[in-house]
């Protein structure tokens, strides 16, 4: 009789550990589920608060559109309204026209454009990146077959980059930390000149090979009191009256094309947008993250 008392005990504690078990799993997996579902909902707004970010940065793009000039590099765009609890929003305007346009060293018909190819050169000298670089940059871009170096032209595109990131694929690119140097300082976009109200030190230095950085920086004092408003103004900078006038069909003084970074987060959920934009309102570029 004991026997059959333990034995029904044991079995009745089997089922219930069995029972309790499958409470387990089945509320952990209820759980799971939720939590994905919310994520999932949480990501979904936060695109959507993006979306909402790319379309108010149009705003500054008609601003910019009706400037005479530009003087701005970046700027956070104040964000109106409340997009609900636990949800937030930023903006970023950069001017892509303060930047070196690295499509420019080669012409449209495919020829070398040996000015912006000395220019590409004194960028990475300044930025202490083998100069050769350039030339393997060229042979990437160009539509010939004849290689600058050895071996240039093995995987070479043969036409212009589509996005500053093209240019990890290329041998002696893909070092992250080289890109990370040179890439704040160039684009694709744009009419190939560089806003002079707008480009940071390096973009200027390799404006000419006379550019000296202690001309650069005469332009960056001038300018942080009195912005250009033209171009020709440049000659007024001192130790400009010559140098400026051989760069005038280089530089502008108003941004064309702006990149523009909108981050959102709902409930620690981030999305990310990132486009390239002229004051057309045409994009260039999207990317969703």
């Avoid at 990475?124 to 600058?148: C, H, T």
């Amino acid at each position: 009789m004991l026997n059959k008392e333990g034995s029904a005990l044991i079995i009745t504690l089997l089922l219930i550990s069995i029972l309790v078990g499958l409470v387990v799993d089945f509320v952990y997996d209820v759980y799971i589920d939720s939590s994905s579902l919310s994520n999932w909902s949480n990501a979904q707004r936060a695109s959507l608060i993006a979306r909402s970010g790319q379309n108010l940065s149009t705003q500054y793009l008609v601003l910019a559109k009706e400037s005479s000039y530009t003087y701005v590099r970046e700027i956070e765009m104040p964000v109106p309204g409340d997009f609900g609890t636990g949800a937030f929003l930023s903006i970023k305007v950069e001017d892509e026209n303060s930047k070196f346009n690295i499509n420019s060293i080669i012409y449209p018909n495919g020829m070398t454009n040996e000015k912006a190819l000395s220019s590409l050169k004194k960028l990475l000298e300044y930025l202490n990146i083998n100069p050769n670089l350039s030339l393997v940059i060229a042979d990437w871009i160009d539509p010939d077959k004849e290689p600058r170096l050895p071996d240039s032209e093995d995987v070479a595109k043969n036409t212009f980059l589509w996005s500053v990131d093209e240019l990890k694929l290329i041998e002696g690119m893909m070092d992250k930390n080289i890109f990370g140097k040179i890439s704040p300082y160039i684009t694709v976009y744009g009419n190939n000149q560089v806003n002079i109200n707008t480009a940071a030190l390096p973009v200027l230095v390799c404006l000419s090979p006379d550019m000296t950085e202690a001309l650069a920086k005469q332009i960056i004092d001038y300018r942080e009191t009195t912005p250009f408003e033209k171009a020709s103004s440049i000659v007024n900078v001192p130790g400009f009256e010559a140098i400026g006038i051989k760069i005038l069909n280089r530089i502008t003084v108003k941004g064309s094309n702006f990149r523009v970074t909108a981050k959102a987060t709902v409930d620690e959920i981030t999305r990310v947008i990132e486009s390239v934009m002229d004051t057309s309102m045409k994009i260039h570029f999207w990317r969703e993250g």
